[in-house]
């Protein structure tokens, strides 16, 4: 089963701190990709980051960047220098091509206060 | 410019009644999806779409229909609201060649 776990409901962060938000998952393929998208009160799904599994390296966009543990099935969203238009949901969810599907996980919601 | 649009943003209606969702993409993609957000912001997908032709159908109602009548568009009829569909639903659109899927800005549907 595809099956994606956040395990903080909610994190708050200062203004310019660093937080990581934590994500595991449960997939029996090998083939797939992960990602870590932020839901702001606009509701707009954006995506912040992905991650094919395949490859070792952990993805970095500007001040984002995961730590993807392959063999834990982890993976987890580093926010640095946070700012106040990070505050959001952040959702992980990864993605399988036997099944097709992107399964979420609950989500954090993330506060930044300055 | 808007990449996936729906239509309508908010709506607001009856129980018993029925309503459409329309979702367009200009991105050229080939297959589209819907999901659901429920109260809790859980997002579930619903259906997916390959060219106008259905691959995923997850344990949905049958008063959820998909429709889609060319591959840039999927809408979503559904007879008889209930309360419990109240949520919010979103279209998105993902490449073949790429496994980013694409979200529009969402539909808040209430059931009163």
């Known amino acids: 089963a595809q099956t994606v776990t956040q395990s903080q409901p909610e994190m708050s962060v200062q203004e310019a701190e660093t937080v990581t938000l934590s994500c595991t998952y449960d997939?029996?393929?090998?083939?797939?990709?992960l990602f870590w998208y932020k839901q702001p009160p606009s509701r707009q799904m954006i995506l912040v980051i992905r991650?094919?599994?395949?490859?070792?390296q952990n993805a970095t966009e500007n001040r984002f960047s995961v730590n993807f543990q392959k063999a834990a099935k982890s993976f987890s969203l580093k926010i640095s220098d946070s700012q106040l238009g990070d505050a959001a949901m952040y959702f992980c969810?990864?993605?399988?091509?036997?099944?097709?599907?992107?399964?979420f996980g609950k989500g954090t919601k993330l506060t930044v206060n300055p | 410019d808007t990449a996936v649009s729906q239509t309508p943003k908010y709506l607001v209606t009856q129980m018993g009644n029925d309503k459409s969702i329309k979702c367009e993409q200009n991105?050229?993609?080939?297959?589209m999806y819907w999901y659901k957000q429920d109260s809790k912001k859980f997002l579930k997908i619903m259906f997916s779409?390959?060219?106008?032709?259905?691959?995923i159908n997850e344990t949905v109602p049958n008063r959820f229909s998909p429709k889609s009548p060319d591959k840039a568009h999927l809408n979503l009829h559904i007879n008889s609201l209930e309360l419990g569909d109240s949520a919010v639903y979103f279209c998105?659109?993902?490449?073949?060649?790429?496994?980013?899927?694409?979200f529009g800005a969402g539909t808040r549907l209430s059931v009163l």
């Open positions: 991650q094919e599994a395949y490859k070792q």
């Open positions: 991105l050229g993609h080939d297959t």
């Open positions: 998105a659109s993902r490449p073949l060649a790429k496994n980013i899927q694409y």
């Open positions: 969810a990864q993605y399988q091509g036997g099944s097709e599907k992107l399964v």
């Open positions: 997939t029996s393929e090998s083939d797939y990709y």
């Open positions: 779409y390959n060219n106008k032709e259905l691959i």
